[in-house]
């Protein structure tokens, strides 16, 4: 990788080849050393910048949410604010986002998943995601459906991403990111056709 001389470009350097090192032998594997070897920096760096792997994990996994964040976000510009089907194709598009399906990523997603169960700094960062998909999609429920009712089609559509993603992640051809989108917005409509 190139050399990165601002702070903001060396830590994006070193988060994309902890991606490429995770994606290639898997977290327990990633070792600083080969982390360093892939940024083509000495392993000093990694704890100069992030105090270790812990740390260089936390901010891999800000960086993808950060992504994911974004993806969504310029889905949604332009949208009327009453467009309820807009805002939920809009979140459910960018959750399948190339930058959340590409091979590295879904590798990185899957080992911090796993990882969350057991280190306190994952797991706030998990909650902080699983909130934002959950009241995003809520929020644009609601503007159709009673309390009760939103909040199920929140929680039946955030599981079924969640859940397609996985599904798709575990595939041994991969995910079918279209095929994806098409359940989940079928779901959503599914929930706003029961407005009464």
């Excluded at 930058?99 to 969350?116: C, D, H, I, P, V």
């Excluded at 909040?151 to 991403?161: F, K, M, N, Q, T």
């Excluded at 798709?168 to 599914?190: Q, S």
């Amino acid at each position: 990788m190139p050399h990165h001389g601002s702070l903001n470009g060396r830590r994006e350097q070193l988060i994309r080849a902890n991606l490429t090192a995770i994606h290639q032998y898997g977290l327990a594997d990633a070792t600083i050393a080969r982390i360093a070897r892939l940024a083509g920096v000495s392993t000093g760096i990694i704890s100069h910048y992030f105090g270790g792997k812990s740390g260089l994990m936390e901010a891999t996994m800000r960086h993808l949410l950060a992504e994911l964040g974004r993806a969504v976000t310029e889905r949604r510009q332009g949208l009327d604010a009453d467009d309820v089907e807009g805002h939920v194709d809009a979140i459910i598009d960018g959750n399948f986002d190339s930058t959340q399906t590409n091979r590295a990523a879904m590798r990185t997603w899957l080992e911090f998943w796993a990882s969350s169960m057991h280190q306190p700094a994952l797991q706030r960062l998990q909650r902080v995601n699983e909130r934002r998909l959950y009241s995003n999609l809520c929020h644009q429920f609601r503007k159709r459906l009673p309390p009760t009712q939103a909040r199920d089609a929140a929680r039946s559509v955030a599981g079924l991403i969640d859940g397609l993603w996985l599904r798709g992640a575990l595939h041994p051809d991969g995910i079918d990111i279209n095929g994806c989108r098409r359940l989940a917005r079928e779901n959503a409509r599914f929930w706003l056709a029961q407005t009464h």
